[in-house]
Nanobody, 116 residues
Framework: QVQLVESGGGLVQAGGSLRLSCAAS????????MGWYRQAPGKQRELVAT???????NYADSVKGRFIISRDNAKSTVSLQMNSLTPEDTAVYYC??????????WGQGTQVTVAS
């Protein structure tokens, strides 16, 4: 079993930056891929970025060039550096992890609000 806890959300002005962090605990040694998803009001949850244990990354087109995902396998953490934020980035951001057995885990979510 894996537990994920996000932090770093908040209110930021358009054009600003935020850094989200997610710490995994429990059976964190089983984690393979990690990532971030977001859900805006009235919208479905969507992929933001993922990163494999070896470092390969995948980004949604809407955040390419602005967001950077990184991870520290030793610390069992994943981060999302968000730059040049716009109001369209406003959403609840969820940490996600998949283990070697293809189980999926979710954090509780952290609110990101970008003011114009």
């Amino acid at each position: 079993q894996v537990q994920l806890v996000e932090s770093g959300g908040g209110l930021v002005q358009a054009g600003g930056s935020l850094r989200l962090s997610c710490a995994a605990s429990g059976s964190s040694f089983t984690i393979n891929r990690m990532g971030w998803y977001r859900q805006a009001p009235g919208k479905q949850r969507e992929l933001v970025a993922t990163i494999a244990r070896g470092g390969n990354t995948n980004y949604a087109d809407s955040v390419k060039g602005r967001f950077i995902i990184s991870r520290d396998n030793a610390k069992s953490t994943v981060s999302l550096q968000m730059n040049s934020l716009t109001p369209e980035d406003t959403a609840v951001y969820y940490c996600n992890a998949q283990d070697w057995y293809l189980n999926t885990y979710w954090g509780q979510g952290t609110q990101v609000t970008v003011a114009s």
